[in-house]
């Protein structure tokens, strides 16, 4: 694992303060100026790291997904077989329910609907290998099976419900007690 640099440093910083703006206030009110408040840098600092809006995002769009995959890694340390794929569709509830820009779905479904489909291949990909290890399925049936659960996930996401009911969703479609 390489060393974080302070412009790594920064560039976190800086798409970390993105969410938070954009949680409160969606794509309308995601300007530069606001983001260098949030992260407590000048407003040239982040064209420097970021020269357009769409940039921005999708940095954002890349630094919510190496946080999911840095989180899902950490969750399934040292598990094995069909534990290992029940904390993975664990952990997918905990990140959605945790996810600081869920309100967006009601301020900006346009834009959390691209979002949300980015992710579900993502996701799905991510969580493929697992049902293949803990199902002995071949890769394109675990890979449907994947796709279906996070699917289902997503869905708890845009309409939230039981979070227990969700899990055991999750665990039928994968097969787990």
Request: hydrophobic share 45%; aromatic share 6%; glycine share 4%.
């Amino acid at each position: 694992m390489r060393a974080t640099t302070r412009s790594d440093a920064t560039r976190e910083r800086l798409l970390d303060a993105t969410r938070e703006v954009l949680a409160r206030g969606g794509l309308r009110k995601l300007h530069f100026s606001a983001v260098a408040a949030e992260a407590g840098v000048s407003r040239p600092t982040v064209y420097a790291y970021f020269p357009t809006k769409d940039d921005l995002l999708l940095g954002l769009a890349a630094h919510e997904k190496a946080r999911f995959n840095r989180g899902l890694e950490e969750a399934l340390r040292e598990l094995r077989g069909a534990a290992r794929l029940d904390r993975a569709l664990t952990f997918m509830i905990e990140f959605q329910r945790d996810y600081p820009i869920r309100r967006l779905v009601l301020i900006e479904p346009e834009f959390m609907l691209d979002q949300l489909e980015r992710s579900l291949r993502s996701m799905s990909a991510a969580l493929a290998p697992l049902f293949e290890e803990a199902t002995a399925l071949d890769s394109a049936a675990a890979s449907d099976l994947a796709d279906l659960a996070v699917r289902t996930a997503m869905s708890h996401f845009l309409i939230p419900r039981d979070e227990a009911q969700l899990i055991r969703e999750l665990r039928r479609i994968a097969g787990l007690r």
